[in-house]
DNA sequence: CGAGGGTTTGAAGTGCATCAAATAGTGTGG
DNA sequence: CCACACTATTTGATGCACTTCAAACCCTCG
């Protein structure tokens, strides 16, 4: 594939992104020059915390796991973000350096931007620094509710959440729900350990009547499921606030 | 006192806020004019979490807990604010709707003051929009360090943590500590049962030899606090990432 | 078929929560 | 200035949830 339509492609998936509905095509096709498709094998390491920042980065496929890390190796995932979802932009508000590190968690192809042009760009266009706000508002919003969770519910309840969001963002009425990836990183996403994680799906198996098979979980009764772990949050299924 | 030495007041406290340095002096007027002051006892609450948003509020004197609450009573605190913060502006990019509830936790004075004013400023001001953006992403950020204390750090760790952060604020070397606000609510800030707060302080007393009568905390060696709680942090001592 | 990662299970330990009660601290009215 | 009432804090005893470490199991894919 030539450099033309490498660009071609990027301009298209940059343009689609909701965040960028507000800007104009000079800047969308000057953003898509300068940037760059990169593939990265599971498992390797895009960004490290309190780095200096260069670039943001746009997930084109895969899978990114956004993390904190002690010096002996302990982490805090912090989120974990697919397709179309932007990530490390918020570093032009830390002074340049990176809030979080970044692991591809399965093999990922990620578009690398330029900062300063989103930069420049926030401050020169209103309507995108207004995206921009709603999209970080929503973030906090979701941090929020993430750290009620952690305080409030079990492990089993948190589990109950996931599937209860999972569901939702699907068909209305689907009941059979594939598990997004694997186990031990859902575990940590939700702050547990992966033999916890094990130990409190069965658990919410036996109260739920959910059933699990591999990676795919099957949910006939979805009241009984919120009722079990909405019972510990501030919000009610279906969560409203998102 | 009557109205207009009122309205200066509020003005004057408005006019030196972080959050509005960028606006103009029209906007500030107007925005004293249509605010309020409330005065608060301890423990009266001014949001209901999912309320509907009118005003959003400063806090002239005192303290607040933001926080979220189940139906059965549960807090997971949010936030503990003081004296020239900002609080309830965020409902601005959540349908109007408050998401989380606010409680005086002493005697507090509030300025309130129309939010419609406030997100047409917004809207209108650019260089409002870019605060209140790095405001946010700062907000957000703070939470993400929360959750990585919560996931990583023990009760004690995470009582060190705040002694750092308090005692960072003030002098350089100071050495002598007065906890904010009573222990109940520091353990409820930190994510603890009272119990469990009394007994890690003592536990955090033995490891690092600082010493403490009620409610003031001194610290002879501080590199010995820092280093036993930082260990189990991503960020080193003193953190510079906030 | 066998290697290797992902997942589950078991056994034991740890940290925090819970409930109950004692103690310290604070403000009040006499 | 003291005694009382009330709140904040500490202490003790016990239980539960989650972690840790170790080993078994399971699945997929070369």
Do not use: W
């Not at 209860?164 to 068909?171: G, R």
């Amino acid at each position: 594939m030539d450099t033309q339509t490498k660009n071609t492609n990027i301009r298209d998936i940059i343009g689609r992104l909701d965040i960028f509905q507000e800007c104009n095509a000079t800047f969308l096709d000057t953003l898509a020059q300068q940037s760059k498709t990169q593939h990265l094998k599971k498992g390797q390491v895009l960004i490290v915390h309190e780095d200096k920042a260069k670039r943001f980065y746009i997930i084109s496929k895969g899978l990114v796991k956004l993390y904190r890390e002690t010096l002996n190796g302990t982490q805090a995932v912090i989120d974990i973000t697919a397709k179309n979802n932007i990530f490390g932009e918020t570093s032009i508000f830390h002074n340049n350096t990176h809030p979080y590190s970044a692991e591809a968690t399965e093999n990922s192809i990620i578009i690398s931007c330029p900062l300063p042009l989103l930069k420049t760009e926030i401050e020169n266009n209103p309507k995108l620094a207004i995206v921009m706000l709603s999209s970080m508002a929503k973030l906090k919003h979701e941090t929020d509710q993430e750290l009620e969770h952690r305080t409030i519910q079990n492990a089993s309840q948190r589990i109950g959440c996931l599937l209860l969001k999972i569901a939702n963002q699907n068909s209305k009425k689907s009941t059979s729900i594939s598990l997004p990836y694997d186990k031990a990183l859902i575990a940590s996403r939700l702050g547990m350990q992966p033999e916890t994680f094990s130990r409190a799906l069965k658990k919410l198996k036996k109260e739920t009547k959910i059933e699990i098979k591999g990676t795919t979980v099957t949910v006939d009764n979805i009241s009984q499921l919120s009722q079990y772990s909405c019972i510990a949050c501030s919000s009610e299924f279906p969560c409203k606030d998102l």
